[in-house]
T-cell receptor, first 116, second 114 residues
């Protein structure tokens, strides 16, 4: 069974500083996809960044980047130059690379507070 | 309105009521999903529809009944719910089910069962 663990229920960061959110996962698969989703207080979840397990290069999207450690099954999200709009719940998600299944397995989330 | 919409946004119902949640996607996607989001628990996938056919049913109690009349609309019919069914119900869609395309989420329906 695939499980996703986010060990930090809450995090806070000063505006303009950098914060890293942790995520680990458990799988016996070699091919899969990893995602970070952001859920602002209005509750509509949006994709922040995705990583294909077969790619060694860490994904980046503007101020968001990941540290993907396949052997350690770790997938952390780094937010640089934090902004007030980054305050939200962040969910790490895993998807096995199986045909016929776009099922996501989510962690319990990390609530990020940005301090002005 | 664009993206994925859900109505109602809030719903309070008694255990003997029957109600329905509605989801509509304006993205031309072929796959739609229902998730249950409870506090301090991972999102739970409930149902998946691909091209209007149910392809996943993750051991969801029969008091939840999904319906997908076309690829743009998804309903979740509720009857004789329990207080533990109170949660945020999220709808999502993706271009196809059998791919790694991202899922686009709606804002959710906050359900309270009294």
């Amino acid at each position: 069974a695939q499980t996703v663990t986010q060990s930090q229920p809450e995090m806070s960061v000063q505006e303009a500083e950098t914060v890293t959110l942790s995520c680990t996962y458990d799988t016996s698969e070699s091919d899969y996809y990893l995602f970070w989703y952001k859920q602002p207080p209005s509750r509509q979840m949006i994709l922040v960044i995705r990583q294909e397990a077969y790619k060694q290069q860490n994904a980046t999207e503007n101020r968001f980047s990941v540290n993907f450690q396949k052997a350690a099954k770790s997938f952390s999200l780094k937010i640089s130059d934090s902004q007030l709009g980054d305050a939200a719940m962040y969910f790490c998600a895993y998807r096995p690379d199986q045909t016929g299944a776009n099922n996501l397995f989510f962690g319990t989330g990390t609530r990020l507070t940005v301090i002005p | 309105e664009t993206g994925v919409t859900q109505t109602p946004r809030h719903l309070v119902m008694g255990m003997t009521n029957k109600k329905s949640l509605k989801c509509e996607q304006h993205l031309g996607h072929n796959a739609m999903y229902w998730y249950k989001q409870s506090a301090k628990k991972p999102l739970e996938l409930m149902f998946v529809y691909s091209l209007e056919e149910r392809v996943e049913n993750n051991s969801v109690p029969s008091r939840f009944s999904p319906e997908c009349p076309n690829s743009s609309h998804l309903f979740l019919h509720l009857h004789t719910l329990q207080p533990e069914d109170s949660a945020l119900y999220l709808c999502a869609s993706s271009p196809y089910w059998d791919s790694s395309y991202e899922q686009y989420f709606g804002p959710g329906t906050r359900l309270t069962v009294t």
